[in-house]
T-cell receptor
Framework: ETGVTQSPTHLIKTRGQQVTLRCSSQSGHNTVSWYQQALGQGPQFIFQYYREEENGRGNFPPRFSGLQFPNYSSELNVNALELDDSALYLC?????????????FGNGTRLTVT | QQQVKQSPQSLIVQKGGISIINCAYENTAFDYFPWYQQFPGKGPALLIAIRPDVSEKKEGRFTISFNKSAKQFSLHIMDSQPGDSATYFCAASRGGSQGNLIFGKGTKLSVKP
């Protein structure tokens, strides 16, 4: 069973640039959620994708967008990067149809915006 | 508005002792309360979770106590070990384990040998 994998592990971008982060869900999982974890804080929900459609969104501006592909992998795109976007971005997968299926997190992408 | 409040922010326990971390929530619609463990450089990993129809759940050395009327739940780590040193997060969601998790701010646990 392959766990959740994210790439890249680290990334440095300049304010105003755009970034794409990638996530491969755990084998057998069809739902992907993205979270932002600022330093010293708990993760904050960005959005969730199920069957290639956005299935819930947290309090994040539209410059945070995502995609889910037919193989259930996912991308998180952030436009017009701001310094406050510096954080650990976590992807989590689960199986929607299994009621007790918990979220399985990847190890995240550490994004630094300078 | 912080919907899940976690305390303490940090905790130091001697090896073999009991570690206790507390959380309080506001939204009575929450129906799933997990605890996650996170090591530096890693993503959070599910430790144990509880639903509001149960007052206690135990898995090995880890126990969740749940008080629905007080809107509080806690994690007890019995016989704490140095390998338990990590950051612990409580969380809550509506819609069960598939819901969007709202996390506390975390507790950094250090277990001294």
């Amino acid at each position: 069973e392959t766990g959740v994998t994210q790439s890249p592990t680290h990334l440095i971008k300049t304010r105003g640039q755009q970034v794409t982060l990638r996530c491969s869900s755990q084998s057998g999982h069809n739902t992907v959620s993205w979270y932002q974890q600022a330093l010293g804080q708990g993760p904050q929900f960005i959005f969730q994708y199920y069957r290639e459609e956005e299935n819930g969104r947290g309090n994040f501006p539209p410059r945070f967008s995502g995609l889910q592909f037919p193989n259930y992998s996912s991308e998180l795109n952030v436009n017009a990067l701001e310094l406050d976007d510096s954080a650990l971005y976590l992807c989590a997968s689960s199986l929607k149809e299994q009621g007790n299926s918990p979220l399985h997190f990847g190890n995240g992408t550490r994004l630094t915006v300078t | 508005q912080q919907q899940v409040k976690q305390s303490p922010q940090s905790l130091i326990v001697q090896k073999g002792g009991i570690s206790i971390i507390n959380c309080a929530y506001e939204n009575t619609a929450f129906d799933y309360f997990p605890w996650y463990q996170q090591f530096p450089g890693k993503g959070p990993a599910l430790l144990i979770a509880i639903r509001p129809d149960v007052s206690e759940k135990k898995e090995g050395r880890f126990t969740i106590s749940f008080n629905k009327s007080a809107k509080q739940f806690s994690l007890h780590i019995m016989d704490s070990q140095p390998g338990d040193s990590a950051t612990y997060f409580c969380a809550a969601s509506r819609g069960g384990s598939q819901g969007n998790l709202i996390f506390g701010k975390g507790t950094k646990l250090s277990v001294k040998p």
